[in-house]
Nanobody
Framework: DVEVVESGGGSVQAGQSLTLSCVGSRRSIRDYCMGWFRQVPGKEPEGVAAIDSGNYATYADSVKGRFTISQDIGKNTLYLQMNNLTPEDSGVYYC??????????????????????????RGQGTQVTVSS
């Protein structure tokens, strides 16, 4: 099984940028459907972005045009470039290494809103705080 560790969180002002990293170990992230989700205390986790082994990326509407998910298989690392951050982007960001979903005999990677609840592995999270 893969293990993932997130880093890169911090405190920034609105409008600034951050890049999160998620390093995998014990197994290649290429074997998984990778994604990011975030959680604020007292709220349901929110899927942010997802990417498959072919580098096809999908995003939640709330981050589309501002966030970019990417992966470097050689470094076994997943990234989330976050631009033009707003206070609503604050939360703990988790990297997810999910299994492929099989629905009605069709297999696909989880979409962003499915990332938090899909079967797989998560890291401990990294805190992002955006102040206005």
């Amino acid at each position: 099984d893969v293990e993932v560790v997130e880093s890169g969180g911090g405190s920034v002002q609105a409008g600034q940028s951050l890049t999160l990293s998620c390093v995998g170990s014990r197994r290649s992230i290429r074997d998984y459907c990778m994604g990011w989700f975030r959680q604020v205390p007292g709220k349901e986790p929110e899927g942010v972005a997802a990417i498959d082994s072919g580098n096809y990326a999908t995003y939640a509407d709330s981050v589309k045009g501002r966030f970019t998910i990417s992966q470097d298989i050689g470094k076994n690392t997943l990234y989330l470039q976050m631009n033009n951050l707003t206070p609503e982007d604050s939360g703990v960001y988790y990297c997810a290494a999910n299994y492929i979903m099989v629905i009605a005999f069709q297999s696909r990677c989880p979409l962003p809103d499915e990332v938090p609840r899909a079967r797989g592995f998560r890291g401990q999270g990294t805190q992002v705080t955006v102040s206005s």
